[in-house]
C-alpha cells in the first residue's frame, strides 16, 4: 500500500528546524559587564606568566578565582574565554611557553588522587592502575610541561569541602597550589566555584593571596534591567517572534529577576524556553504561560511556587528549588564523565 508522506515529510522538516532554531539560540553567547572583567583577569594572569618565564622567573604564577551562584553562568563565561584565548593564541603564535588552558570537573569525592586522575583523562594519558597520591601528583605535574599546558581550570571547586576535614581540604589546595610554583613547568589555576568555597580560600591564606577574586553577584532591577531587556530583545529578534510588551515594565523585569534567583544563565534559558515554546504552537508573540511552562520544565515544581504563576511570587524561595535542580543537574554531568572514563579504560 502506497502511503502519501508529503505532510509527514514536511512536518518532520519543520521539527527539525524548529529544533536546529532552539540550539542556535541557546548557543548565543552574551558578554556581561562580569563577563569582560573575568576575561581580563584570566588574560592578565596568562601574559604574566609568559614575561615571567621569558626571564627565567618560574616560581609564583598567579591565578583567579570565580564564584558565583549555580545558573550564574561562570563555566558558560570560562569556556568563551577558553575558546578566544586558544583562538587567539593559534592564531598570533606568541605563546612560546604554551597556551592551552585544561578543563577539568572537580569530581564527586574531590580528592587529590580522584582529581587528578581526572586531569590525566583529559590529557588524554588515564591511568589505568592502582597508583598512590605522590605518583599520580608528580605523573600530572609531568604531563602538564610536556603538554606545554599554560593553565589548569578547575571547575566546582565548592566539593574540596564538602565531608572533608580542614586537614584534608588544606592537602587538596596545597597540592594544586604547588602547580603554579613548580620549578620546571608552573601554570596558571583557575577556580570556578559556587558560594561554598569562600570557606576554602579563607583557609589557605597562600592560595588566596594568589588568586584574583572576582565573585558575580545576583541581578538587580537598578542594574541589570538593560541588559535584561537588550538581551531578551536579541533572542527574540532572532528567533523572529515578538512579545507583548512586558519588558517595558519594570515589575516583569523584577519578576523575571526572582523567578531566576538573579542568575544570568537561568534568565537565558528560561527565555530560551519561552521563545520555543511559543515557536512550537505557532504563535507570533511569547506570553507569561510560557514563563511559567520554562520554569516548571527546569524545576518540576508545583504552581504555588510557580513565580509566573503565584500571586505570592515574592515569597517563593526560588534560590533554594534552583541550588536543588542545579545539584541534580551536576551529578548527571559526573555520571556523564564517570562513563566516558571508563570508556576510555
Known sequence: MNIDLTEARA??????????????????????????????QVFNVLAER????????????????????????????????????????????DCQFGYRILNVLVPG???????CEEILCALNYPNERVRDEAYLVRRVRNLLAKERIAGLWLDEVQDVGRHATPKAILAFTKRFRNLMQDSQWPVCLFLSATPEAREIFKMDK?????????????MT??????????????????????????????????????????RFGIFLKFTVDAITRAKNQGRSEI????????????????????????????????????????????QDRRRDASKRKKKSS
Request: hydrophobic share 40%; glycine share 4%.
Open 221 to 262: 532591577v537598578q542594574n541589570d534591567a538593560a541588559q535584561i531587556r537588550s538581551t531578551a530583545a536579541d533572542l527574540l529578534s532572532n528567533a523572529k517572534i515578538g512579545e507583548p510588551g512586558f519588558f517595558a515594565e519594570d515589575e516583569f523585569v523584577e519578576l523575571l529577576i526572582k523567578a531566576a534567583d538573579g
Open 11 to 40: 512536518a518532520r522538516k519543520a521539527a527539525q528546524n524548529q529544533a536546529q532554531g532552539t540550539v542556535d539560540l541557546a548557543k548565543i553567547f552574551y558578554p556581561t559587564g562580569d563577563f569582560q572583567l573575568l576575561r581580563q
Open 50 to 93: 609568559e614575561h615571567k618565564m621569558a626571564e627565567g622567573l618560574t616560581e609564583h604564577q598567579t591565578g583567579v578565582a570565580l564564584i558565583a551562584a549555580p545558573g550564574s553562568g561562570k563555566s558558560r563565561m570560562m569556556s568563551q574565554i577558553l575558546q578566544e584565548h586558544h583562538a587567539i593564541s593559534e592564531t598570533l603564535n
Open 109 to 115: 569525592n574531590a580528592t587529590v588522587k580522584e582529581t
Open 206 to 218: 597562600t592560595l588566596s593571596r594568589r588568586l584574583a577574586p572576582l565573585e558575580i553577584e545576583p
Open 287 to 330: 506570553d507569561l504561560d510560557d514563563y511559567a511552562h520554562a520554569f516548571f520544565k527546569h524545576t518540576n515544581n508545583q504552581d504555588e511556587l510557580n513565580p509566573f504563576i503565584s500571586p505570592h511570587w515574592q515569597s517563593i524561595d526560588t534560590a533554594t528549588i534552583l541550588d536543588r535542580v542545579a545539584e541534580e543537574t551536576k
